[in-house]
């Protein structure tokens, strides 16, 4: 089961990122914060579970929480920032968009900027050891895969209602065919065409 709190005496709220990896689209965020000594035996890191199970569990993550955010930054500022930087924004932007302010926050991963003066912690693999973390991984994947479904729509050669964006070989192919649109992030996408 994982950790209801840091125990940093605060109100805390989890960050994490979706899509860092793609070749295409936004990077989606997500801010949580949950009640004190919350528990939910089934909230996990999004990557171990269904996509079923992590639409049932974006339910009851904004049923129960305190508070809660998603945002995004476009592949056009992830070419501009670089995906470090944009994944940043993005948590940076979820925490704007809190209700509540919190007074500590703990993020995924092992890179993040101060946001003002709030505290923070960075966790290797934080979504698979605090509930806010996990979390805010479900919302920011949930979230960026319905973007990711609709924008697939317009586009239905680069199979994003799969693949969401990610490097498959479905991709791929499809971008050594069609070449990239509007929504493919340069940075990463013209280096695989010409090497392709």
């Not at 899509?19 to 089934?42: E, H, K, M």
């Not at 890191?45 to 809660?68: C, F, G, N, P, T």
């Not at 930054?73 to 979820?94: C, F, T, W």
Request: net charge negative; hydrophobic share 35%; proline share 4%.
């Amino acid at each position: 089961m994982l950790n209801s709190n840091f125990g940093s005496g605060l109100i805390e709220a989890g960050c994490d990122e979706a899509g860092r990896g793609c070749l295409a689209g936004p990077v989606y965020a997500a801010a949580v914060i949950f009640p004190d000594q919350y528990t939910n035996t089934r909230l996990n890191d999004s990557k171990k579970l269904s996509e079923k199970q992590r639409y049932k569990l974006r339910e009851e993550i904004e049923r129960d929480a305190l508070d809660w955010a998603v945002s995004s930054v476009d592949n056009h500022e992830i070419d501009r920032l670089n995906i470090l930087n944009a994944s940043i924004q993005a948590m940076h932007n979820a925490v704007d968009l809190l209700k509540i302010r919190p007074g500590f926050l703990l993020i995924d991963g092992n890179r993040f900027k101060p946001y003002h003066n709030i505290p923070h912690y960075c966790i290797i693999r934080g979504d698979g050891l605090y509930l806010s973390i996990a979390a805010a991984s479900i919302l920011a994947k949930t979230y960026r895969d319905d973007f990711m479904v609709q924008l697939g729509t317009d586009f239905p050669e680069y199979a994003w209602l799969n693949n969401k964006g990610y490097p498959t070989g479905e991709h791929r192919k499809a971008i050594a065919e069609y070449g990239i649109t509007d929504h493919h992030r340069i940075s990463f996408s013209m280096q695989l065409r010409f090497s392709y």
